[in-house]
Each structure stands twice: as C-alpha cells, then as structure tokens.
C-alpha cells in the first residue's frame, strides 16, 4: 500500500516535445491494489499521494501519452477478438468518477467501448435477481465495458440503507447478515466466470475524503454551471459516511481477487487519479499481450490476387 512521504524520488519523462522534465514518482500499479483476502481498513489507505506530475500542462501532456496508449491497445483488442475488459468504478459521490470515465477514455474508439451508469433499479429489474440487470450489459470480446457503479451498490448502498434490501421482499431480517455473505460469493463467482470465459475485470475505488467532498459540494452550489450536479440528497448521504467506509472496507476485502482485484486511487487531486486509473488499465491490457491475427498463407494469396483486381 502506498502512504504519503516527505521526500519521494524523482524520474525523467521524455515529453512528446522533445524534452525532459522530472517527475515525482512512478506510477506502479500494485501499490494501489488490494490483495486477495486482505482486510481493508480505509482510514489506512490515503484519499492524496504525492502526484506524478508537476504543472498542470505536465498533466495534460502525461495523459495524451496514457490516452494514445490505451487508443493502440484498444484496437489490438478488438482486432485480436479475444478478451473483454469490464471497468467497474465506485466512489462516494463527488469523488471524480465521471471525470475520469471522460477523461481517460477520450481515445478510444465509441465503436469499442461502451458506458453503463446504474441507477436504482426499476420495478422489472427488482423481479429479477441483483446481479440480472447487470450482466445484460457485459461487453463482448474485442470491446470495453464501463460500470459507472454496478451490482456492488447491492452490497453497499442497500447495506447502508436496509430499507432498501426489505423492499426487494427476499429475506427475513433476522438473516440479514448470511445475505451478504452470500451476495459476495455470488459476485466473486460471477467475475471468476467472466474471467475464465476472456474477460478481463478491473475494479477502481476512488478513495476520497470527506473533507474534500464538502468542497466539491460547495463548489457545485457557488458555481451556477455546476448546480445541476448537486441535490439535497448529496447533503444527506454525508451523515451516513461512517457506514459507507464500513461497506466499501467490507465489499472489498471480500471480492478483491487476483483476477479480479480492486484498486484503491486516492481521489483528493482529481488529475493524479485519473493518471493512476490510466496507468493501471494500461498495465492490465499490455498484460495480455495483444497483437493483430496472424494472415494465413491462403488468406495472403487470396489477398494479393485481389490486389491484382484493384491495380487494374
């Protein structure tokens, strides 16, 4: 786990200009992940880190990097037709989600990617099982599926307000407890599926303090372009924030594995994390080591006996 320090070392970046500039630390994937059946306690795991980098255009330049990376990769992974990637995002509202679902993916071909952001679910959709409503809107091979929030606001939202878990009308309240047990078993096993069947999951926790959300809030109310962002509901989820950490710190000690690990990303700098989030989907992808179909030898006589047709 990564923790703040007081003097970190510093890295040269070649820049797309030319030049060199020095970093304040390299981004490595596995200082934010949670191992498989660790016990999270998120007061532990910092809402800030040292950033990686130093001005904002520095920023600006180390994403487009990130972006034309992941850009390439994509295509690979479309063209190779052999994994699906599904990118789940949770946060506490305010925590920068939507910015970096924008800001990251800005690359990537519509054509290959697609965003799903869950709400509460309808009046269909209760009839079913939790992880149904879901599972309709996994990707298929070649492309890339987002979660904006996904079947772990069953395990988070509906363990904050049991309201909610009553209402779906499935369970005594005396056994209350044996049903998240069971709901993450049922999680851990359909990611264990997905995985041996090429989808490849990357859950991101974006870890923000509560403090920084207050002025986030605060933000959206003074600026008029923003108010639309915020509603009286934000203000009163706050006063439950104790029992979300507990939630999350439960959700992900028990369903971050190694094929499906969660990644908590310190999310009081919003640019720093949409850095970390890029640099780690970019690990995960150039993991699989992509690359295009391999043309047999009938396909390339059959190609060139076209070529012959064209050049006519």
């Known amino acids: 786990m990564l923790l703040q320090r007081a003097a970190v070392p510093c890295y040269v970046e070649l820049l797309s200009n030319g030049a060199y500039v020095r970093i304040a630390m390299r981004i490595k994937s596995a200082d934010f992940r ?3 059946a660790a016990q999270v306690d998120l007061k532990k795991w910092p809402t800030i880190v040292p950033p990686v980098y130093q001005t904002n255009e520095q920023y600006e330049e ?3 990097k990130h972006v034309k990376a992941l850009s390439a990769q994509q295509e690979l992974l479309y063209a190779s037709d052999r994994y699906a990637l599904l990118l789940i995002f949770q946060a506490m509202d305010a925590a920068g989600k939507d910015g970096a679902i924008q800001h990251v993916m800005s690359g990537v071909n519509p054509q290959g990617c697609q965003v799903f952001s869950f709400k509460h679910p309808s009046a269909t959709e209760l009839k079913h099982d939790f992880l149904w409503r879901t599972t309709r809107d996994l990707p298929e091979r070649g492309r890339i599926g987002i979660f904006n929030r996904s079947y772990y606001e069953e395990v988070l939202i509906a363990r904050v307000h049991p309201e909610i878990l009553h209402a779906e009308g499935l369970f005594d ?7 998240w047990q069971d709901r993450y078993r049922s999680i851990v096993d359909l990611e264990g599926h997905l995985h041996r069947n090429g989808t490849r999951i990357i859950k991101f926790f974006l ?3 509560k403090e920084e959300q207050r002025k986030r809030f605060l933000d959206r109310i003074d600026k008029p372009e923003k108010n639309w962002k915020f509603s009286i509901a934000d203000v009163e989820e706050r006063q439950y924030w104790k029992r979300y950490m507990r939630a999350y710190e ?3 000690s028990a369903t971050s594995t190694k094929h499906a690990p969660w990644y908590v990303v310190p999310a009081d ?3 720093n994390s949409r850095l970390i989030v890029s640099r780690i989907l970019l690990d995960t992808i150039e993991a699989l080591q992509l ?3 391999k043309t047999t030898a009938a396909r390339r006589r059959e190609l060139l006996m076209l070529r012959k047709e064209l050049a006519i």
Do not use: G, N, T
């Open 269 to 271: 700098d919003k640019l």
């Open 291 to 293: 690359s295009y179909p």
């Open 173 to 179: 309240q005396s056994d209350e407890r044996s049903v």
């Open 250 to 252: 439960k959700a992900l």
């Open 34 to 36: 949670v191992r498989q």
């Open 207 to 209: 870890h923000l303090s």
């Open 62 to 64: 180390l994403l487009r």
